[in-house]
Nanobody
Framework: QVRLMESGGGWVQPGGSLRLSCAVS??????????MSWYRQAPGQKRELVAT????????NYPNSVKGRFTISRDDAKNTVYLQMDALKHEDTAQYLC?????????WGQGTQVTVFS
């Protein structure tokens, strides 16, 4: 049974930074052999993909809205994926969810809330 546990959300002022973490656990689930992604969903909005990290370590799929501000990375030893978010804006306010794909199966975490306020 795989488990994705997000953390690191919170309240931050515009221009600030947060780093989200997604700790992966479960037999055979290693972040370096999974396709890992971060999504976000604001109230009343569709879920949006914000970053993907391939098993080969390539970070892709940043939408224009976050490109240059968000960076996905991983720590293989900690079996954890991160989303570094800099220069945060009001419109980044959302619940952020971790996603893992292995073979044909998709797994989700419970999410962590990010609120950008002034």
């Amino acid at each position: 049974q795989v488990r994705l546990m997000e953390s690191g959300g919170g309240w931050v002022q515009p221009g600030g930074s947060l780093r989200l973490s997604c700790a992966v656990s479960g037999p055979g689930f290693r972040v370096n052999n999974l396709t890992m992604s971060w999504y976000r969903q604001a109230p009343g909005q569709k879920r949006e993909l914000v970053a993907t990290l391939t098993p080969g370590g390539y970070d892709v799929n940043y939408p224009n809205s976050v490109k240059g501000r968000f960076t996905i990375s991983r720590d293989d030893a900690k079996n954890t994926v991160y989303l570094q978010m800099d220069a945060l804006k009001h419109e980044d306010t959302a619940q952020y969810l971790c996603n893992a794909i292995k073979d044909v199966f998709t797994y989700w975490g419970q999410g962590t809330q990010v609120t950008v306020f002034s």
